[in-house]
């Protein structure tokens, strides 16, 4: 019988094999997306002091679905809004593990339209 991987534990794979070349330093710090089945979560994070800068989420948004491709791009707007008051114009961008479609995608072009450069 074939024994197939969870795509959870997959992820984590992709995840810290994208985290071997991603680093966030306080002049370019890692904008980093984790999306659960019910929100999606954003976070600038400076990986040198090892501090989280800004944060947003769909759940602190109060969102009445934060699982589609709207909440994401909201997410998406609010955390490229909180950076630009924290003076943060250039971020790495972390996608983390997941596929660059969809919500992740939708966050970061949400991003990159409200002014933040990746």
């Known amino acids: 019988m074939i024994k197939k991987e969870s795509r959870n534990s997959m992820r984590l794979v992709r995840h ?10 306080s002049a370019c710090p890692r904008l980093c997306v984790f ?7 954003a976070q600038i994070i400076d990986d040198e002091t090892k501090t989280t ?3 947003a989420s769909s759940l602190e948004l109060k969102l009445e679905n934060g699982s589609n491709v709207e909440a994401a791009a909201a997410v998406g707007k609010s955390i490229a809004e ?9 971020v790495v961008f972390d996608r983390g593990g997941y596929l660059y479609h969809g919500r992740v995608k939708a966050l970061a072009e949400a991003a990159r339209e409200n002014g933040l450069e990746f």
Not at 16 to 25: D, S
Not at 35 to 41: D, L
Not at 82 to 90: F, N
Request: hydrophobic share 35%.
């Open 82 to 90: 909180k950076a630009t008051k924290a003076k943060i114009t250039k």
């Open 53 to 55: 800068l800004v944060s």
């Open 16 to 25: 810290e094999r994208i985290r071997k070349n991603i680093m966030g330093t």
């Open 35 to 41: 999306r659960s089945n019910a929100e999606i979560y």
